[in-house]
């Protein structure tokens, strides 16, 4: 968006971009995750674990991440995840543990609220049995730095769910001999979760998604990541594997008014734009003087933040992201379900207004008293959320992710008997004999 504004958020006026450049906003990434060349590389890579196991999953280790392992160690052992806790400092633990609290009590609340019976007519009873799915993996990145809040994300509503069997995959840290993250495995040992193993990201779906001699094979993977892992995602989809699309590379919306502390959201913008240079992250507002005061505060938040983060987040508020000006809220409204982003803040006059016009978003945080660095950490709400637009079809993962419903239904003679022409009527329709046989049995073989 640099192109036409001044400044580093390079305003555009939304009712002057063209049909390219609206498109060109709002495809962020997914030619990277869907392009052909990455999914037939990661469609080897799936096959190449599918058939050799532990041994692909090492050599994809090797060639990607460095990290030269024995096939029998994949695994971290029990005693080590178990041990973790006492290897993080006391205050990371404390906020790890306040992390996983706050996600079980949004999760516990859903949970609350599955499973119904209802009599919508006499002698007919519908409703749902609802039961945790049989299997997950959990897919950690650990790339860039340590994301034990990742594994709260995804672990908490899993556990909260009831999944039976879990397992998480997690490259091994940067720099070291192939050591899992000990905060990581704390959140493990926190959630009572104690197969883990060290695998690269794209290989280690691939192994929860096929099997191998270490690895479980499970029926479901989730979890962020670049996009090699997201199409390894799409891939394993082939082999039977339930995957949640799209989470990654991370993206964030705000939208406000002149109502809004232009400090405050310069400091709100740069919680996304920090985490990659292929982050997205967008103002929207109709204020064209707001746009001004935010560019003066976030040049020296900038300055100070590490010259890697600092790269991050300038790609993130410029060439993938920055301002767009607009008419009025109405209109903002329109921009951000276009956009359906991952994070959305609303930082105007009455938050809750906005709240009533947005249909797609990952998270709508009300104010800017709630930083979108709260909700990813300790408010409770999911922060593992929908990427690339992804919003308009599914939302963050919660326990309901990991839980399926059993359908249930029971009819009365009389209800049967009641219906029994127009059953009849649909099946002798549809060239279904037995279909009809079955009523017509019922209600003494008369038409």
């Not at 599918?50 to 052992?77: I, K, Q, T, W």
């Not at 963050?396 to 219906?419: M, N, R």
Request: some cysteine.
């Amino acid at each position: 968006m640099a192109e036409a504004g001044s400044g580093l958020l390079g305003a555009r006026r939304w009712d002057e971009m063209g049909g390219e450049a609206r498109e060109a906003l709002l495809d962020r990434g997914l030619d990277r995750i869907f392009d052909p060349a990455l999914l037939e590389q990661v469609g080897r890579l799936v096959e190449d674990v599918a058939e050799r196991g532990d041994a692909a999953v090492v050599d994809a280790l090797a060639e990607y991440d460095g990290f030269e392992l024995a096939a029998d160690s994949l695994a971290v052992p029990p005693e080590e995840v178990e041990a973790a806790p006492g290897r993080i400092p006391a205050e990371l633990l404390r906020a790890i543990r306040a992390a996983i609290e706050g996600s079980r009590d949004f999760n516990r609340e859903l949970v609350k609220k599955r499973g119904w019976r209802a009599e919508p007519r006499p002698g007919v009873e519908v409703g749902e049995k609802v039961t945790p799915v049989a299997s997950a993996g959990l897919s950690v990145p650990s790339g860039k730095g340590s994301f034990p809040s990742v594994l709260v994300q995804l672990g908490t509503p899993a556990t909260v769910a009831g999944v039976p069997e879990l397992a998480v995959v997690v490259p091994p840290m940067a720099g070291g001999g192939g050591e899992v993250d000990p905060a990581v495995l704390a959140v493990a040992a926190e959630l009572g979760i104690g197969r883990v193993f060290r695998a690269n990201g794209p290989a280690g779906v691939a192994a929860l998604a096929v099997g191998t001699e270490s690895v479980p094979r499970v029926r479901m993977v989730v979890g962020p990541g670049s996009p090699a892992v997201q199409a390894a995602q799409v891939v394993c989809q082939l082999k039977g594997c339930h995957t949640r699309m799209v989470m990654g590379p991370t993206e964030s919306m705000v939208v406000a008014d002149g109502s809004a502390d232009p400090v405050l959201l310069a400091a709100d913008l740069l919680i996304e734009a920090e985490h990659g240079e292929d982050s997205t992250v967008l103002l929207i507002t109709p204020d064209e003087g707001l746009v001004g005061a935010v560019e003066d505060a976030l040049s020296g938040m900038l300055d100070a933040l590490p010259e890697e983060r600092k790269r991050y987040a300038t790609a993130a508020l410029s060439e993938n992201g920055g301002a767009v000006l607009v008419t009025d809220l109405d209109q903002a409204v329109e921009v951000a379900n276009e956009f359906a982003p991952e994070h959305l803040q609303v930082a105007t006059a009455d938050p809750e207004a906005v709240l009533e016009g947005i249909e797609y978003s990952g998270e709508v945080l009300l104010g800017q008293g709630t930083p979108f660095s709260f909700a990813n950490y300790l408010l409770g709400v999911p922060a593992a959320l929908p990427t690339s637009g992804f919003a308009r079809v599914t939302g963050g993962i919660t326990a309901e992710t990991f839980l399926k419903a059993i359908s249930i239904g029971k009819a009365s003679p009389e209800a049967v008997a009641e219906a029994a022409g127009d059953l009849i009527t649909l099946a002798d329709h549809e060239g279904f004999p037995a279909h009809a046989e079955a009523i017509r049995i019922r209600r003494g073989g008369d038409d």
